[in-house]
């Protein structure tokens, strides 16, 4: 696990050097030569609409004919499944050392543990939620039907997010009207970045 963690950090150090070098080329083009820069943004500033391609992934899928007819294999299904999960969460992992596999011998209170602890308990209430669901289904049926009916609701979410799918020119109307601020800008936090970056690298 040491060895991924390594590797994952090596990665993020130089995907880290490589945003600072175009940080530092953008921002000095902006200083320079405002006018190409604001040509290049305009060539690589492009739209895609893939709502059309995806329309396919927004419909509803209906299973319920299929649980309510096989309702005792599904609540058996259900219930064995969340008792098997209760009984390894409550027996057989030891956080501390399923932490330390993850995260290394550390500190006794982690935040690699804290995380760990978190998920459990989350799985231990997915699994007694897997449990009273899978008892209701499997001894009432009728009923964990007329409960589903009342839960189903339609959300509708379009109008709340389609603000987000706009295109704005805000951002690059400031970024043109001070270019040499904001490329005075760039380059110092690009440049403090590249130092971080080869610093990590090096070390």
Known sequence: MEIIREIGLQVIEILTLIFGILGMAVSAMLMVSPHQTKNLSKILNRSVNVDDKLTFLDKGIDISDYFYGHHVVVGLLLVAGSTFALFFFYVSLDI??????????????????????????V?????????LFGSILLFLPKKMKRLEISLNAWFETNSMFKKLDQPSNNVDSFFFRYPRPVGITGVGLSFLILCLS?????D
Request: a positive charge.
């Open 198 to 202: 080869i610093i990590n690298l090096l």
């Open 96 to 121: 501390a050392k399923f932490s330390n596999i993850f995260f290394g011998p550390q500190q006794p209170v982690t935040w690699g543990e804290i995380l760990l602890s978190t998920i459990l308990w």
């Open 123 to 131: 799985g231990k209430v997915t699994c007694f939620a897997g449990l």
